[in-house]
Structure formats: C-alpha cells, structure tokens
C-alpha cells in the first residue's frame, strides 16, 4: 500500500500483508528417516539428523591470529563520523524533546542520500518501525521532503506496528517480509524499546539481554545498523539521566547518541560511546516549523542551531577555510585534511561541528563543491578562487562583486 505526498512518496509495509503459519517444532517418531521439520526465519526446512540439508554445520568458536583480525577492512560510515555501517546503535532522550524527529531525519538522509548537517551520506533502504502509530510520522515525512526538496523516498519503508523483537515469530514475520519485498536496508529504526518490548521488564537484566540478542540477530541478518529509540530516566539531582532500565542496554550497544534540551530553543547530540571509533564533539539544532505545502497542516524539521543566523553570506571564518582549501592542489582535498588545515586564533584543532558548518555555508554559497565520484572530498569552485583572491583576510563576502567569468581555477 503507497501513501502519496505533496513533495514524495512514503512505501508503507503491513507486517501481515500474508499469513505464515509456524510449524511447531515436530520430530517424527523412530524408524521414518530421522527427518526434522522446522521454521527457520520464516522458512520451512527440512533437517535429516539435527542438520540442515544440504550445509555443513555453523562454524563456530573459530581462532583467528592478531594478523588475521588487522586485515578487517576499517570502519565505514552511514553517515560520517556520526553512525557506522553495521552497528547496534541507541538514541535515547526525554519524551517530548526530539528524539523521533533526530531517528526520522537520520533515516530520510539514508533512503534519499542527502547529506546531514554536512555530513556525506552512504545511501540505502531503510526501514522504520513506528512502533508509537504511524500518524504523526507522515506529516513530519512530508514537511522534511518540502524543506530538502528531495527526491521521492522510494526506498523509505513504514512497519505501521510494533515489532515484538522477542518474540521469534515476530521477528521472522518481519524478516520474511524483507525477503519478499527484496529490501536490503542499510538502516532499521526501532522508534521506540519501550513498544518493541512489550510484556517485558525493562530492569531485568535477563529480559533486556533477550532483546538484545534479537536486535544483534536483526542486524547481522540484514547487515543493517539497528538504531534503538529509548526514554531516558527521570532526572534526580543535577546530573543527566542516562536511559531507562537496565544496564544490559547500554553494554551492548556500539553506539550511544543522546538527545536534550539545551538553552533556549538548542537541542544537544552528544555522543556517550562509539564502540571502535572516536565520539564526536556535541552537535547544537533547533526545530524550524514548516507550513506543509497545499494544507493548512504543519511540523517541524530539525536544522543547525545558527542557521538563518545573519544575512546568508558566509563568515569571516568561512572566508579563512576557503583559503586554507585553496593552499591544496588543485585547490581540492579530502575534508578530514582540509578541516585539520584551517587555521585558528588559539592553534588548537577546529571544532568539527564548527568545520561543517562553514563547509556547508561555503558550499550553499557556490565557493566549494563536492567532488564527483570522490566521497568525502571537496574543491573550490571558480566564483570561490576569485572571491578569495579578491577579499582582504577577516573580510566578509557579503558585498564584494562576483567576477566568476574571468576567474580560472587554480
């Protein structure tokens, strides 16, 4: 079933679209072959003697030499430095502060490979489950569209129900669907614990590890990340509440992001664990409400804190990273060593979220653009090689003429 929208097109996927029926686990008695019938994820399959027809047996407890491991390919990025490929990942905050939108955004980036907040993009399917009601899901779906004038999220999958992840036969239902439906995801958003956990208690330890175990299961099935949506715990004292429930949550995830009001209309991203990789510094937003266009409906988007901030043109600063992109050949580098090279006041390393701030202004602007076919790397356009020969250092662009037909690209 498709939902159309004013800017795009939001695929729904019914959990039951068909029924599986799942075979009880059923022996038949001595003398008949020694023949086993079991539902695996979905599937019926046959097993002579305790194994599967036709593979050898799992592989297990295998020993691997220190050389061995290091030959592991490195760390890769759904969305750079914020969320790796593969990962079982948490986002918590309080209710009512973010945290949907924040996993909403996040998935919308992946299935349309549109940068977030300057942040390159791996792109794939994804898969939300909006374990809360799907309601309120599609009308901030199509503010995002309108506001990133995006294209239509044909690989963007609604679960409209909760998924009960420890239940067996939940999860093979969805898995069979994914099968069915041919869907690869690159993401799934569990949006929230506390509704794909239903009946279970979220202090024990011995229930949670079940989830857990589930959710792992998920993700290497799928070669997805599995993004966890939780509630924090209610604040006592001056010291931020950490999620609800039990610690098992937390040791098993490779990441943890946590959402929060910060002062005034800021919301704060700070990262608490990132597993093999370093956290990267807090990341300020606001809520910027959108009039959804050919209704009298409206939502709200996330955008960066500053945006909207001055008059549209970049900054001083931004003028300082563009001359410092310029001083590589060809006026083009990858943008870990163009941030590392911008100078600063105090010689201490840019804040990265300041980098991808001017990055991204610099980019709006038409002075920088990405590479193509190059991920991650960035060079100075000829209307940004004129301007920066043209202003004076700590000038700001917002008045200079743009002689961008005689410019050459250095």
Not at 26 to 49: A, C, K, M, S, Y
Not at 102 to 130: F, H, K, M, N
Request: glycine share 10%.
């Amino acid at each position: 079933m498709n939902q159309t929208l004013a800017a795009g097109r939001v695929s729904f996927v019914k959990r039951r679209q068909f029924e599986i029926k799942s075979l009880a686990h059923h022996r038949p008695p001595e003398g008949d072959g020694g023949f086993d019938i079991r539902v695996i994820e979905g599937r019926v399959t046959l097993q002579p003697n305790g194994q599967v027809a036709g593979h050898a047996p799992p592989a297990r407890f295998r020993l691997f030499t220190l050389g061995e491991l290091s030959q592991q390919p490195p760390t890769e990025w759904l969305i750079e430095r914020l969320i790796e490929r593969g990962s079982l990942m948490m986002l918590y905050g309080a209710p009512g502060e973010g945290k949907s939108f924040a996993a909403l955004d996040w998935a919308l980036c992946v299935a349309t490979g549109t940068e977030w907040q300057g942040r390159p993009i791996s792109r794939g399917a994804v898969v939300y489950v909006a374990a809360e009601g799907d309601r309120g899901i599609v009308k901030r779906a199509r503010a995002w569209i309108q506001e990133q004038g995006a294209d239509d999220p044909e690989t963007f999958f609604i679960v409209r129900e909760p998924v009960q992840l420890r239940d067996d036969t939940e999860l093979n239902l969805l898995l069979t669907q994914l099968d069915g439906r041919n869907i690869k995801p690159a993401l799934i958003v569990l949006d929230t614990f506390a509704k794909c956990f239903v009946g279970g208690e979220e202090n024990s330890a011995k229930e949670v590890g079940e989830f857990i175990e589930q959710a792992r299961r998920l993700q290497v099935r799928t070669g997805a990340t599995v993004c966890i949506v939780h509630h924090s715990a209610k604040k006592k004292g001056q010291r931020a509440p950490e999620e609800r429930g039990s610690s098992a949550l937390r040791g098993a995830m490779d990441t943890i992001i946590r959402l929060a009001k910060d002062k005034g209309d800021a919301i704060r991203i700070d990262c608490e664990k990132m597993k093999d990789s370093e956290e990267f510094d807090p990341i300020f937003l606001r809520m910027k409400v959108v009039e959804i266009e050919g209704t009298d409906l409206t939502s709200c988007v996330l955008v960066s804190a500053d945006a909207d901030a001055d008059d549209g043109a970049p900054s001083a600063e931004c003028f300082d990273a563009l001359r410092a992109l310029l001083a590589f050949k060809d006026g083009c580098a990858q943008s870990g060593d163009w941030w590392r090279a911008i100078p600063t006041p105090n010689h201490e390393e840019l804040p990265e979220t300041t980098f991808h701030r001017r990055r991204r202004a610099l980019v709006e602007a038409g002075y920088v653009e990405p590479v193509e076919g190059q991920r991650g790397a960035y060079r100075v356009t000829q209307l940004g090689a004129a301007t920066a020969s043209y202003l004076p250092k700590g000038a700001k662009g917002s008045s200079h003429p743009t002689p961008a037909a005689t410019a050459t690209t250095p």
